[in-house]
């Protein structure tokens, strides 16, 4: 007895299309070599899958997701399911793993606790502030970093630059750098290294403002731990001081883009060499405020760059000459 046409039909097509994806499979094999492909041809879509790009095949699925497993719609949602605390930072001593008691007299339904309370609470607070040093590195550490905090939020720059610096301030303690200097003076020149590293610089005078040390001694530890720990520091770019120049003197982006171009000019002629990057970019406003007819004094120009009018003066008149506009 022979079966149905339909049931016949259906079998002889899945045996084709079984037989067709060992066919491709076979083709993929052949074509896709993962030791030979070009990381320029491979794509990451946004939900983690990675393909190449000239063939479309799939090269990783099912990423693994790290965040959490749970899900929340506002901050008030987050705050309740969250099982975990603050990310570590190198900014505190102790990374921020210890546990800081309150100095809120209260319990946990917001109630005043009693006076006998409050006093038990209160010498748990300071022994808790005693065991979180153990030894005089730590004091030294705990001292530093504090010092940093305060003179990087005197100087208004992100935290990536206190975390910068407080890594090099950890490698030079690590390394024993801090024998014979002070530790305001170390502290001072990693924040400083920082800054440059991350391309926000501030000038020695700047931080020294702010510091409790003075200027000489931080450019001295400054060339020493740079030195020392290999720091690789690129010249600084006059450019990155002219947004905040003109901020500080009420320019307007005219002026600011003539300064960068004048800048940008004298520099590949080789005016640049061997000058103070402050000077140079308040040299290069002070010519742009003149030609845009926002014209700043260079006791102005001077005080916000913290250099000499006579500095401006110098690096102004090079600058108009390689220009060919001193006329």
């Not at 609470?121 to 905090?149: C, P, V, Y």
């Not at 000489?216 to 450019?239: A, N």
């Not at 003539?258 to 520099?267: F, L, M, R, V, Y």
């Not at 080789?270 to 014209?295: D, Q, R, V």
Request: proline letters at 3%.
């Amino acid at each position: 007895m022979t079966r149905p046409t339909r049931q016949r039909e259906r079998d002889v097509e899945r045996t084709r299309w079984q037989g067709e994806n060992e066919n491709v499979d076979d083709e993929e094999e052949d074509e896709i070599d993962l030791d030979e492909v070009d990381d320029e041809d491979l794509v990451r879509t946004g939900d983690g899958e990675l393909i190449h790009e000239p063939t479309g095949i799939i090269i990783e699925e099912e990423q693994i997701d790290p965040g959490p497993e749970w899900r929340a719609f506002n901050h008030s949602e987050r705050q309740e399911k969250s099982r975990v605390g603050a990310p570590t930072t190198q900014t505190m001593h102790d990374k921020g793993l210890t546990t800081t008691i309150d100095w809120k007299d209260k319990d946990a339904y917001g109630r005043s606790i009693s006076s006998r309370k409050r006093s038990q609470m209160h010498r748990l607070r300071k022994w808790q502030e005693r065991i979180r040093t153990k030894d005089a590195g730590e004091r030294n550490l705990q001292f530093a970093l504090s010092e940093i905090d305060r003179m990087a939020s005197a100087l208004g720059v992100p935290r990536s630059v206190r975390e910068v610096a407080s890594v090099i301030y950890r490698r030079a303690l690590s390394e024993d750098l801090i024998r014979g200097r002070s530790i305001e003076g170390v502290a001072t020149s990693a924040l400083y290294a920082a800054c440059r590293k991350e391309g926000i610089p501030r000038s020695l005078e700047e931080i020294s403002e702010v510091s409790r040390v003075e200027r000489k001694e931080i450019g001295r530890t400054y060339r020493y731990i740079s030195q020392e720990l290999g720091l690789e520091m690129k010249p600084v770019d006059p450019k990155k001081y002219v947004p905040r120049f003109c901020s500080e003197l009420d320019l307007s982006k005219e002026v600011q883009s003539k300064a960068n171009e004048i800048i940008e000019t004298t520099a590949e002629k080789g005016l640049l060499s061997g000058k103070s990057p402050t000077g140079y970019a308040a040299a290069a406003i002070y010519a742009a405020s003149l030609l845009c007819n926002e014209k700043k004094t260079q006791r102005e120009v001077a005080d916000v760059a913290q250099v000499t009018e006579v500095t401006i003066r110098n690096r102004y008149q090079e600058q108009i000459e390689a220009m060919g506009i001193h006329g």
